[in-house]
C-alpha cells in the first residue's frame, strides 16, 4: 500500500549527541526608528553585521521611478478603502464591460496588476528579476494560476475530492477524528483567506498540467539567476483525500505517543525533551493488547533505538518504519471507546494511483529542481493538510538535502505546534547527517481554522492571541538561529513583513555571529509589499527575496483580490509603507529629483 510505504521513514540514526535545549529566551527588541546593528553581543564576532536603515527613503526606493511611487501609493490607498474592497469583484466585471477585454488588461497593468505582478510569462517577468536583483533583491517564482470557482463549486469540488470511495458508498464508516473530517461549510477553503492560493482537485489530467506549469516555472527560476526559488503546493498536485487521512494517520500515532507520555509523569514536557522509559512503554502497550511481549521486545533493540533504553518521538515514529513487523499492528486506543482502531484505512485501487501518482509527481519536480540548482518552497496549507505535508516534505529533504537545503519546508508559527515541529525536524536532520532548511511564517488560514474548530468540535490549533503567535515565532526563529551557529549547513528563511521580527533578526544575528555572507538567514517578502524592508536589507548585503507571482491578467485576478484584502488586514504596516511612499515623493520633488533614473 502506497500510504505504508510513505508513512514513516527509514530507521533513525542512533542518537549520538545530546539532544539541544530551548535557547535562552530574549526579550524583543523595540522597533526604533533608527538604524539596526548589533544588540551588545555578549562575546565578539570579526565580523559585525551591517547597517540596516528602514527610514532612508531614499535608499530604500533608489531602484524605483517616481512613477512606480506614484502607482504603489494609489494602489496602496485604494486598499485601504474599505469601500472599494468590499465591492471590489464588481468594480473588476463593470470596467471589464465597459472598457472591454483588451483595455480593461491595460488599466490592470498599470495599476493592481503592474504593482503585485511580475508579468504574463517566464519571458516577461526576465527584466523584473534581473532589475531586482541588480538592487541586491532575489525571487521566489510563483504561478499565479487559480480556477476561479464559484462557492457552491469549490464546495462540491472538496466534497468529492476528499471522501473516499468506501465513505460514499456506505461500506465503510468515517473514523477520523474531528478535525480531519468534511465539513460543508468549509468545503470552499477560500474563505476567510485573503494570503495563500487555493487548488481545488478536478482530476489527475490538472494535476499534471500544475506539475508541467511548475517544472516551467523551475526551469525560468534556473534560467533567470543564480539561487533562485520556486513555490509549490502539494494541494495542487494529487487527491487531497491522501492527505487528509494521511494527517489523521498522522496526529493519532503521535496522540498515542503523547499518552504514553502522560502515563509516565510526562504530560506539557516539549516534543524534543520527552523520552519514554522503553520497559514502562513494554508494559503498557502489552497490556493494550496490540502484540504478545516477545513480539513487543523485537521492535525495541539497541539497533534500532541505540542503547539509551528510552524512546522519543523521533525514535516513535521510526517504529512504523515499513521494514519493521509494526506495520501489521498500526492500532491505537480509542479514547471514547477504549477500543484499539487501526490506524489505516483501506483504499480502492485507483485511490492507491492517485497516492502514487502524487508521490511521483513531486519526485519529478524535486529532481528538475536539483538538475536546474532552483530551491524548492513547499508551501503550508490547513491545519488539517499540514501533518502529512510537512512529512513528505521530509522525505524529500531526507533525499535530496544531502549537501545543501534544496527543499524548504514551511513551518506556520501561529500553530500551537509549530516549536514542536521546528524542533522534531530539526533534530531529525542532525541525527540522519541531512541539510535542515526552513520558511518561518506566522500563517494564513487563522479566521479559517478557528471558526472550523468551533462549527466541528475540536480543540483550535491556533495560538490565542497575535501577541503569542509573535512569541510563537520568535521562540521558533530563536532556536533555528542557535543551530545554524553551530550546523552551516542548515538554513532559513525569515518570511515576516514585520519590522520588528526583522529587526529582532538582525539583533540575534549580530549576537550569534552569524553574517549574511555565509547565506544562511534569509529574508523573504511578498512582490508589492514592503519595500521598504526588502531593498534596505538587500543593498546592505542580505539574501532576500520577493514572492513573484506572474501568469495571464485574468487568470491572476484571485490572487489581485486577495492582495488587495490582505492589505487592508495589515493596516499598520501598509499605512506606514503609504508614510515612506509619500515622503520620498515629496523629498524628489524638493530636491529637484522627481525624474530619477535608477542605476
Not at 521566489?140 to 462540491?156: F, K, N, Q
Not at 505535508?389 to 538535502?401: A, H, P, S
Not at 484584502?565 to 504596516?573: A, C, F, Q, V, Y
Amino acid at each position: 500500500m502506497a500510504l505504508r510505504r510513505v508513512f514513516l521513514p527509514r530507521s533513525v540514526a542512533p542518537c549520538i549527541a545530546a539532544l539541544s535545549t530551548e535557547p535562552k529566551a530574549r526579550e524583543q527588541p523595540p522597533a526604533s526608528p533608527g538604524p539596526v546593528r548589533g544588540c551588545g553581543a555578549a562575546e565578539p564576532v570579526r565580523r559585525p553585521v551591517p547597517v540596516v536603515d528602514f527610514t532612508n527613503t531614499e535608499e530604500a526606493y533608489r531602484s524605483r521611478r517616481s512613477w512606480e511611487l506614484a502607482r504603489n501609493l494609489l494602489v496602496l490607498r485604494l486598499c485601504a478603502s474599505p469601500v472599494l474592497l468590499a465591492h471590489h469583484e464588481q468594480l473588476f466585471s463593470v470596467a471589464r464591460k465597459l472598457l472591454g477585454q483588451r483595455l480593461f488588461e491595460r488599466l490592470m497593468k498599470m495599476t493592481f496588476y503592474g504593482h503585485f505582478v511580475a508579468g504574463e510569462d517566464q519571458e516577461s517577468i526576465k527584466p523584473l528579476i534581473r532589475h531586482n536583483k541588480a538592487f541586491g533583491v532575489g525571487f521566489i517564482l510563483d504561478y499565479g494560476l487559480e480556477d476561479d470557482l464559484s462557492p457552491e463549486e469549490a464546495e462540491r469540488k472538496e466534497m468529492e475530492s476528499c471522501t473516499s470511495q468506501a465513505e460514499r458508498d456506505g461500506t465503510g464508516t468515517n473514523k477520523r477524528e474531528k478535525q480531519y473530517q468534511l465539513h460543508p461549510a468549509f468545503g470552499d477553503r477560500r474563505d476567510g483567506v485573503i494570503s495563500a492560493r487555493t487548488y481545488f482537485y478536478a482530476n489527475e489530467a490538472k494535476c499534471d498540467d500544475y506539475m508541467k506549469n511548475i517544472l516551467k516555472c523551475i526551469e525560468a527560476s534556473g534560467g533567470a539567476s543564480d539561487g533562485g526559488f520556486s513555490a509549490i503546493k502539494l494541494t495542487a498536485l494529487g487527491r487531497p483525500q491522501f492527505l487528509l487521512q494521511f494527517s489523521d494517520v498522522l496526529t493519532r500515532w503521535r496522540r498515542f505517543f503523547q499518552q504514553m507520555a502522560a502515563e509516565q509523569g510526562q504530560a506539557g514536557r516539549a516534543a524534543v525533551d520527552t523520552k519514554l522509559e522503553v520497559v514502562a512503554l513494554q508494559e503498557s502497550i502489552e497490556k493494550m493488547g496490540i502484540a504478545s511481549r516477545a513480539e513487543i521486545e523485537r521492535w525495541f533493540t539497541p539497533e534500532t533505538l541505540g542503547v539509551s533504553g528510552t524512546v522519543d518521538l523521533l525514535d516513535w515514529n521510526s517504529l512504523i518504519d515499513s521494514r519493521t513487523q509494526l506495520s501489521r499492528h498500526l492500532v491505537v486506543p480509542n479514547v471514547q471507546t477504549g477500543e484499539l482502531e487501526p490506524l489505516l484505512s483501506q483504499f480502492t485501487e485507483e485511490e492507491e494511483q492517485q497516492m502514487k501518482r502524487m508521490l511521483q509527481r513531486m519526485d519529478v519536480l524535486a529532481k528538475k529542481a536539483k538538475e536546474a540548482g532552483v530551491r524548492l518552497m513547499i508551501d503550508a496549507e490547513q491545519s488539517y493538510f499540514q501533518p502529512a505535508i510537512g512529512r513528505l516534505t521530509l522525505e524529500m529533504q531526507r533525499r535530496f538535502n544531502v549537501d545543501k537545503p534544496l527543499i524548504y519546508n514551511t513551518f506556520q508559527c501561529y500553530l500551537k505546534d509549530a516549536y514542536d515541529n521546528v524542533t522534531m525536524d530539526m533534530e531529525l536532520a542532525r541525527r540522519e547527517g541531512w541539510c535542515f532548511g526552513a520558511k518561518l511564517v506566522r500563517g494564513a488560514y487563522m479566521a479559517q481554522e478557528r471558526a472550523r474548530a468551533v462549527e466541528i468540535g475540536y480543540e483550535d490549533p491556533i495560538n490565542p492571541t497575535y501577541e503569542a503567535t509573535n512569541a510563537m515565532y520568535h521562540r521558533c526563529l530563536n532556536y533555528v538561529l542557535e543551530e545554524l551557529k553551530h550546523n552551516p549547513r542548515a538554513e532559513v528563511m525569515v518570511a515576516s513583513h514585520n519590522e520588528d521580527t526583522v529587526r529582532f533578526t538582525l539583533c540575534r544575528m549580530e549576537e550569534l555571529g552569524l553574517h549574511p555572507a555565509d547565506g544562511q538567514v534569509c529574508f523573504g517578502q511578498l512582490l508589492g509589499m514592503c519595500d521598504q524592508i526588502s531593498f534596505p536589507l538587500g543593498q546592505a548585503g542580505f539574501p532576500v527575496y520577493k514572492y513573484v507571482p506572474y501568469g495571464p491578467v485574468m487568470e491572476v485576478l484571485p490572487y489581485l483580490s486577495r492582495r488587495a484584502l490582505e492589505n487592508s488586514s495589515i493596516m499598520k504596516g501598509a499605512q506606514r509603507e503609504r508614510q515612506l511612499l509619500w515622503q520620498e515623493l515629496c523629498r524628489r520633488l524638493r530636491t529637484g529629483s522627481l525624474f530619477h533614473h535608477p542605476a
